[in-house]
């Protein structure tokens, strides 16, 4: 059962125009106070998680206001799906978006991560297929190939979601809560019954600098659920290459782990690329016990339903915001998850 501590309707309308100014090209926290998308075409290559197959995968820059967007060739047929938490069809093991025509891509957490992470606002992402690859596990690779082509900083200016009162959300045992703060801070605890993962927190604000920090730590599940996932047709293309591997005994993974702390870190790059679907960056702390995309989801859920507690901000100059009414071009746009059962 999921309780909402706050209610009430809460939407982006044409409330009011927003104001045209210069943007000065300074930054936040590490992030330009521009709107940015990547600076040129990304092309990458791998294999989806669930079904084991092939995918290719293309980052095209895209303009202001836009925010990311999910282009799927499923044969001779291209569907549109946008990067919004109303998109979320499905929760189950991963995160699925679906589109209006009933076009749907999965998996799409690690790599909203790495954008939303490094500060990237708009994107065209071409898939072909209905996921999206999973590389490693972890979101280093779209890292590394975002960094090394770098961002291009567009005329408009940055839009926040800005946090301006608490709100908390429950399923069950777990607990998330967000709060307003002069940033994006993220307060990750985890609590598994097993000896190799415990009780971790992982507590930290979000930027460039500190995103590339967590951004290798990789998706994980235990061995256990692995027959079970296979029968269902599930997981097909998991492996040791890609997952970290909790047997009744030991890591299964040769390598071992890459932190000490990697769970808890794996977990805060998902809810970055879980709060990604906000639309913008957020400006607030939000803290989660046993979170998981589930809790995420709900989080933004929760948060826009409240209709006091948030408010669109534009960052004209640290530390200063500049309040401004929602209009019709500011979607709702971005995405989030982790292929790992919920459990993990």
């Known amino acids: ?44 290559k791998g294999i989806g998680v669930h079904s084991g197959a092939e995918v290719s995968l293309i980052l095209r820059p ?21 990067g919004d938490f109303r998109a979320v069809s499905n929760l ?51 890292v590394d190939a975002i960094s090394e082509t770098g961002l291009r900083d567009l005329e408009e200016p940055r839009r926040y979601i800005k946090v301006q009162r608490p709100v908390q959300v429950k399923i069950g045992d777990s607990v998330g809560e967000i709060f307003p703060y002069n940033g994006f801070r993220l ?50 293309g998991s ?16 390598e071992g782990l890459r932190y000490t702390d990697e769970f808890v870190r794996h977990k805060t790059l998902d809810a970055v690329g879980d709060l990604a679907l906000a639309g913008a960056p957020i400006l607030g702390l939000y803290r989660a016990y046993r979170g998981s995309h589930r809790l995420n989801s709900a989080m933004l859920h929760a948060l826009y ?19 401004v009414a929602p209009r019709a071009d500011f979607g709702i746009a971005f995405a989030m998850p982790n292929f790992a059962p919920e459990t993990a």
């Open 62 to 82: 895209a303009e202001a206001n836009t925010g990311y967007n999910f282009y799927v060739q499923g044969g001779q047929r291209v569907g549109h799906v946008p």
């Open 92 to 142: 189950t093991l991963c995160t699925v978006l679906s589109g209006a025509d009933g076009t749907s891509v999965a998996t799409v957490e690690h790599l909203l991560a790495a954008l939303r992470g490094l500060g990237v606002d708009n994107a065209g992402i071409e898939v072909d297929g209905n996921e999206v690859p999973i590389m490693d596990g972890s979101a280093e690779h779209f």
């Open 187 to 236: 307060d990750i605890e985890i609590d598994f019954d097993s000896a190799f993962i415990g009780r971790q927190r992982l507590d930290l604000d979000i930027t460039p600098a500190t995103f590339k920090k967590i951004c290798r730590a990789r998706t994980f599940g235990f061995i256990k659920d692995v027959k079970q996932l296979w029968a269902a047709g599930r997981a097909l």
């Open 305 to 323: 339903a409240a209709k006091d507690a948030w408010t669109i901000v534009e960052l004209a100059e640290k530390p200063a915001h500049r309040h």
């Open 1 to 44: 059962m999921i309780a909402f501590a706050h209610a009430g309707g809460a939407s982006f309308g044409r409330e009011g125009a927003v104001a045209k100014r210069a943007a000065k090209n300074m930054s936040f926290r590490g992030y330009s106070t521009r709107q940015t998308t990547v600076d040129r075409e990304i092309v990458m």
């Open 239 to 254: 492996s040791l290459e890609n997952t970290v591997a909790i047997g009744d005994d030991r890591i299964l993974n040769p």
